[in-house]
């Protein structure tokens, strides 16, 4: 080989050798440029998503601003809106702020009358009543509630009057045993004539006896109704002390025949006085008489209140003071029965 072949072929070696190298910083400088190219993207997409979050807070604040002119105007429209009061069609305009904040330090103190039993509850009320004619200066103020409160007062007493009363149901009840005992009686008494020595006597009986089974069919007169058996007393005496007058005399009867004619006739007189009393009775149900009252009374107590925040507690110091007092001697009341409720049950259990 000639030296200028060798030499040739060293150059060429060369030229590949550079070409080699070249191609490696190409793939250097492109594999920089990609890098470089995802930092970009990177970059960019974190500008993107900080505008977004920087939208969404905007939107947010711009949000709660709508939100809090909706309470504020809220709040306003609710402060020149009438409250109905007591259904007696008034309209006392009252802030809002009542509702939402607590700016007072005396108020009427809570209590749930309607664990108060009827003598109790009747007796607050009327407390309540009383105590507000004390203080003059409120009859301006709550003048519709306290005429709401006063008229269901008054027909919480006439039902209080009238279960008062109902113990008419038990004296007819011992007025209907008192005349059941003798006409047992007067059973026994015939039944024990006919087996009397003397003829006659036994034979009066027997007749006596007839007429008694024939009220007694198809069951004893004592086991009828209240009013069906005053009836079939009263027709089983017309027979007794008309038509078999004397076999009744003659069989020994007579007392029993006129202790059971004023028995009936009392029981009859018992039940005429507790129809009457029935008929009297007030329209209206003890129930639904308390739950008006309790109406009325909260009424009264959410207007006071109202009217402490509006015009300062001084004036309604005195009153709040004193009812506040009547309303802790009551709650205790409650508390005292609600104890011996749990004491009885223990015991019991």
């Known amino acids: 080989m000639s030296g200028q072949t060798v030499s040739q072929e060293k ?11 070249q191609e490696k910083q190409s793939a250097v400088t492109l594999a920089t440029a990609s890098s470089q190219e995802k930092q970009s993207a990177v970059t960019l997409a974190t500008a993107v998503s900080q505008e977004n979050q920087s939208a969404v807070t905007l ?12 309470t504020l105007a809220t709040a306003s429209s609710q402060e020149n809106q009438p409250v109905k009061t007591s259904g007696i069609g008034e309209n006392i305009f009252y802030p809002s702020v009542i509702h939402s904040k607590k700016l007072y330090t005396m108020e009427i103190k809570s209590i749930s009358t309607r664990l108060l039993n009827l003598a109790l509850h009747l007796q607050f009320v009327n407390d309540t009543k009383s105590l507000i004619t004390k203080f003059p200066f409120l ?13 269901s007062i008054e027909k919480e007493d006439l039902c209080y009057k009238v279960i008062r009363k109902s113990d008419l149901s038990e004296s007819k009840e011992s007025a209907d045993h008192a005349r059941d005992a003798v006409i047992t009686g007067l059973n026994e008494a015939v039944r024990t004539a006919i087996r009397h020595f ?7 009986a027997k007749r006596l006896k007839i007429v008694l089974d024939t009220y007694n069919t198809p069951k004893s007169i004592a086991l009828l109704s209240y009013d069906a ?32 004619h004023g028995r009936n006739d009392a029981f009859d007189r018992l039940t005429k006085a507790y129809n009457e009393q029935q008929a009297a009775k007030p329209p209206f149900k ?4 308390r739950n008006e009252t309790d109406k009325a009374y909260r009424n009264i107590v959410f207007v006071i209140n109202a009217l402490i925040v509006m015009e300062g507690e001084t004036e309604y110091t005195p009153f709040v003071t004193e009812l506040n007092e009547l309303i802790k001697h009551y709650a205790g009341l409650i508390a005292q029965h609600a104890g011996r409720n749990k004491a009885k049950k223990s015991s019991e259990s």
């Open 286 to 289: 003890m129930k639904d008489v």
């Open 139 to 151: 009859s301006s103020k709550i003048a519709p509630q306290y005429a709401a409160f006063c008229a």
């Open 198 to 204: 003397d003829p006659a006597v036994s034979e009066a």
């Open 11 to 21: 150059q060429s070696a060369v030229t590949l050798a550079t070409a080699n190298s």
């Open 59 to 70: 939107a947010t604040a711009s949000s709660q601003e709508k939100q809090s002119a909706q």
């Open 229 to 260: 058996e005053t009836v079939a007393v009263a027709n089983l005496l017309q027979e007794f002390e008309g038509k078999y007058a004397a076999d009744v005399q003659t069989a020994g009867l007579t007392a029993w025949v006129t202790e059971l």
